[in-house]
């Protein structure tokens, strides 16, 4: 059965597109059939990834996996659910998973995504500003006094698939962009953030620190997934530490009939 993987966060720039396109290589590279779906209708930045991973294949890499990109079509006479479960439900039946990368706000899309996902991975900088779209918390103690908007939202998509008899959503929180100084900070956003998964429901992933590495092969169409014969990435000990902190990810997404094969 195929499965509907979500990267979703109402913050905008907390890693959505960066993650999605890692993860989706990460799979594809171990030997799964993927799909992906940009529900970013104005940066498409996870389609764009994708054309550019094309446009190197043709050049330079004819047996280079790839994606089967789905596409919303914004101007179709299909009500946005309609849409959604048409391009969705043709990707499934094709592939073992589905990657989906959501815009930085709340759209009718990316609320259906919500809805519809298996997993929901939330990747968040390592900041108190993207802490307050998950929960408030106490200036003095730090004690989560609430959940906010985003998590409100989770949890009414998580309500409604128990209702209708659902598997539940498997939500993970993956902290993105870790710096390897401001250890103070780093500390506090992860106590408050072991807090609050307890409170409302989430698993925290490890998460990618901040490398130009997760960045710069981005023209090409290519992730630290793919073979370092098509990347000619040097083995320097950043780049190994970026691969494994890939493969620590996909492990901890923990993927029905997954291996990581990279
Ligand atoms: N782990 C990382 N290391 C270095 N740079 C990163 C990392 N993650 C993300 N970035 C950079 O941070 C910026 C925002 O990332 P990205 O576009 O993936 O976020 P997003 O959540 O998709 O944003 P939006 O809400 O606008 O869609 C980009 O410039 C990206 O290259
Ligand atoms: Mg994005």
Redesign the pocket.
């Known amino acids: 059965m195929s499965k509907l993987l979500v ?1 979703g ?1 109402e ?10 396109m890692h993860v989706a290589c990460a799979l594809l590279q171990s030997g799964a059939k993927v799909g992906v779906l940009d529900l ?1 209708l104005r ?1 498409l ?1 996870l389609r764009r990834f994708f054309e550019n991973r094309t446009g190197f294949a043709e050049n330079h890499a004819p047996d280079l996996p790839m994606a089967h990109v789905g596409s919303i079509n914004p101007d179709s006479n299909n009500s946005e659910d309609q849409e959604f479960q048409s391009v969705t439900t043709e990707l499934m039946t094709q592939n073992d998973f589905v990657v989906v ?1 959501c ?3 709340l759209t009718k899309y990316s609320e259906l995504a919500h809805a519809n996902a298996d997993t929901l991975i939330t ?1 968040m900088n390592d900041s108190f500003i993207d802490f307050d779209l998950l929960a408030r918390i106490d200036p003095e103690t730090n004690a989560v006094k609430g959940p906010s908007i985003y998590s409100e939202m989770v949890w009414d998509a998580r309500k409604a698939r128990s209702l209708s008899g659902g598997k539940p959503i498997d939500w993970i929180v993956a902290r ?2 870790l710096s390897a100084t401001n250890m103070h900070n780093k500390r506090k956003v992860g106590e408050a953030l072991e807090n609050l998964s307890k409170r409302i429901g989430f698993r925290l992933a490890p998460g ?5 590495i ?2 710069e092969l ?1 023209p090409k169409g290519l992730t630290v997934a793919d073979p370092s014969t098509l990347t000619h990435l040097p083995s320097s000990m950043s780049n190994i530490a970026a691969r494994q902190e890939l493969r620590d990810l996909m492990i901890e997404l923990n993927l029905p009939n997954f291996k990581v094969g990279f």
């Open positions: 990267f966060n913050k905008g720039g907390a890693g959505k597109s960066t993650l999605s970013d940066q930045t990368d815009p930085g706000a990747p993105n962009r990618l620190s901040d490398r130009v997760f960045k981005f």
